[in-house]
């Protein structure tokens, strides 16, 4: 139980971390919601790259800085349930960052790849692009799981792929006006 509130925690944590930061730019954000594939900061920044970039990579900086924190905290005796409770943590941070910034949109690291993209080729073809690159990571990862019979990272992995597609979509039919 008390893994799962730390896990909670920090979800909840990286998602204020793109809410402060989009705020920080003179963006608005006032919703955030966690459900069983994670988190999600609703946020509406200044439609500029540098704006989006910040907002973006703030989320993951959080899990970052929660590295020595974490491992600072495990140096500690603090006995064998509070360790092992730290350990856990330490190691799901870990996860939660390397898999957020997977170059797949609508992860974190796709929306990073989308938003480097606009400063060279524009807003709506960074979205298709990334998209692009999304839909093939995306698509990988499902093969996967699947292969290694993971069926909730599958599930997970799906949807993904199905919000990517999405995505592209809406930046093909915005090229076309």
């Known amino acids: 139980l008390c893994t799962y509130v730390g896990l909670f925690l920090i979800v909840l944590m990286h998602e204020f971390g793109h809410s402060l930061a989009t705020r920080q730019v003179g963006?608005?954000?006032n919703e955030i919601l966690l459900w069983p594939f994670g988190g999600i900061a609703y946020i509406n920044?200044?439609?500029?790259?540098?704006?989006?970039?910040?907002?973006?990579?703030?989320?993951?900086?959080?899990?970052?800085a929660l590295f020595p924190v974490l491992w600072i905290l495990n140096q500690f005796d603090l006995g064998p349930f509070a360790n092992t409770v730290l350990w856990d943590l330490f190691f799901i941070n870990l996860m939660l960052?390397?898999?957020?910034?997977?170059?797949?949109?609508?992860l974190d690291g796709g929306q990073i790849l989308r938003t480097l993209l606009w400063y060279w080729v524009g807003e709506i073809r960074s979205l298709k692009y990334a998209c692009m690159v999304g839909l093939l990571g995306s698509g990988a990862l499902l093969l996967a799981m699947?292969?290694?019979?993971?069926?909730?990272?599958?599930?997970?992995?799906?949807?993904?792929?199905?919000?990517?597609?999405?995505?592209?979509?809406?930046?093909?039919?915005w090229e076309r006006y």
């Open 45 to 64: 920044a200044p439609n500029r790259p540098g704006a989006h970039l910040w907002s973006i990579a703030a989320g993951p900086l959080v899990n970052v």
């Open 97 to 106: 960052l390397v898999f957020n910034l997977l170059p797949v949109y609508p």
């Open 27 to 29: 963006g608005r954000s």
């Open 146 to 173: 699947a292969a290694f019979r993971q069926w909730w990272l599958v599930i997970l992995a799906g949807f993904i792929f199905y919000t990517c597609w999405q995505r592209y979509q809406l930046a093909r039919a």
